[in-house]
């Protein structure tokens, strides 16, 4: 079955950093694919964080995590990369990878269908 396999996250005190793994699993990232970050923090909506190109490795970022957070993938274990950098207390969340080819759509990284989700990775930050 294919899926994606999340990694990653904990309980870190604000100020710290943690990494979140996103492994394609039973298919690669071969072709083009969109892998975007989500989190959803309890109460509220579910929102876009960033994505990344795997072709040409282009990132695109929302305001309020630029600088902070950073997106990579390693296209050759087929892994895509949440790095969260100075997190603070609002950054607690249950984050997401989501993965889909750039074929599906043309549709931007935020506001695609996408066939695949991890299972999620929580995150709490501590004050």
């Known amino acids: 079955e294919a899926q994606l396999v999340q990694s990653g996250g904990g309980l870190v005190q604000a100020g710290g950093s943690l990494r979140l793994s996103c492994a394609a699993s039973?298919?690669?990232?071969?072709?083009?694919?969109?892998i975007t970050w989500f989190r959803q923090a309890p109460g509220k909506e579910r929102e876009g964080l960033g994505c990344i190109d795997t072709d040409d490795g282009m990132t695109e970022y929302r305001q309020h995590v630029r600088g902070r957070f950073t997106i990579s993938v390693d296209t050759s274990e087929n892994i895509g990369y949440l790095q969260m950098n100075d997190l603070k207390p609002e950054d607690t969340a249950v984050y997401y990878c989501?993965?889909?080819?750039?074929?599906?759509?043309?549709?931007?990284?935020?506001?695609?269908?996408?066939?695949?989700w991890g299972q999620g990775s929580r995150v709490t930050v501590s004050s």
């Open positions: 039973g298919f690669t990232f071969g072709g083009g694919y969109a």
């Open positions: 989501a993965a889909d080819p750039w074929g599906n759509s043309a549709s931007g990284c935020f506001t695609r269908t996408y066939a695949y």
